[in-house]
């Protein structure tokens, strides 16, 4: 018989990096996705000035030295009505449960609202770390914010409480800097240079929405909804997208194409625009309007979006 081999005992590598998913949530238009830019440093989600504007979870990736962290942008969170309206409140409440830590961000202007309070009234299940972010600090007095500061405080526990002005990136870093220093341990979800887990296709119908948001006003945005049908790298490097503008009734298709097709070219040119920007090589792109009078309660749409479609 032969000696039995032996082995050294295996030592696991101590892991050196840290990883982990922060979700920023908050009421509609507090300035989550703004945030999520500023901390990637470039732009993963959309913005516009209007409420509802994110519709699911949009992920974006930042590494700094060790450490790398997934701050999740979700959609406001609002009393919802429509089924759509549930998906993204759905969306965000999933988010804060599965996350590492918690952010809520809060328009220091707007003030505790009845949004505000109701997401108090959600973060106290949530076990996970909390962290309160004051937004939009350029629009308000600084003895304001060290007002509302301790009533939030004094309404829910939270580990740490920032002051910060997404847009104008002030106070951005000293958040990044406690969030780095406080994830646990653990190995990296994404390569060193990945900013977002979204794809080419999804990215530019995203852009589109935004633009057809910003282009046209009253309701038609929140009943419409963008689509990527096709995306073709061309032989020369161009991009060729095919886009689909679902809208729910043909009043609707006729005011997103408007007169002589005018709206809906405006609204190409942009989004071509951005696109081409972005991904710095030349883009064809190519936008049809459908009227799809229940795509709000079609399954399939939801898929598209990253969202659950629930009865
Ligand atoms: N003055 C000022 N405006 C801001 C700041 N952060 C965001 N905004 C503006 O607030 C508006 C809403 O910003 P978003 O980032 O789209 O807000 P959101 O919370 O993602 O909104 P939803 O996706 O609709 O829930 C935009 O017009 C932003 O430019 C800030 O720090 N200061
Ligand atoms: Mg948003």
Known sequence: ?????????????PIDTSCGFIALVGAPNAGKSTLLNSLVGTKVSIVTHKAQTTRAQIRGVV???KAQIVFIDTPGIFAPKRRLDRAMVE????????????ALIVDAERGITEDVEALIKGLENVRNPRILILNKIDLIPHEKLLGLAERLNGAL???AT????????????????????????GPWHFPEDHLTDLTLAITAAEITREKLFLRIHDEIPYNATVETEKFTIQKDGSYRI????????????KIVLGAGGQTIKSI???????????????????????????????????REMGLEWTK
């Open 1 to 13: 018989m032969s000696e039995p081999e032996i082995t050294e005992p295996q030592i696991a590598e």
């Open 63 to 65: 590494t700094e030295g």
């Open 91 to 102: 969306a965000a409440w999933t988010a804060s449960g599965d996350a590492d830590m918690v």
């Open 157 to 159: 526990r939270f580990d």
């Open 162 to 185: 920032f002051m910060l002005s997404a847009l104008r990136g002030h106070g951005v870093k000293d958040f990044l800097d406690w969030a780095t220093a406080h994830i646990p341990p």
């Open 242 to 253: 095919d886009q689909v503008i679902y809208v729910t009734r043909d009043t609707h298709k």
């Open 268 to 302: 190409g040119a942009d989004s071509r625009k951005e696109l081409m920007e972005m991904y710095e090589v030349p883009v064809h792109l190519f936008l049809f309007v459908k009227v799809r009078e229940k795509w709000s309660d079609d399954p399939e749409r939801y």
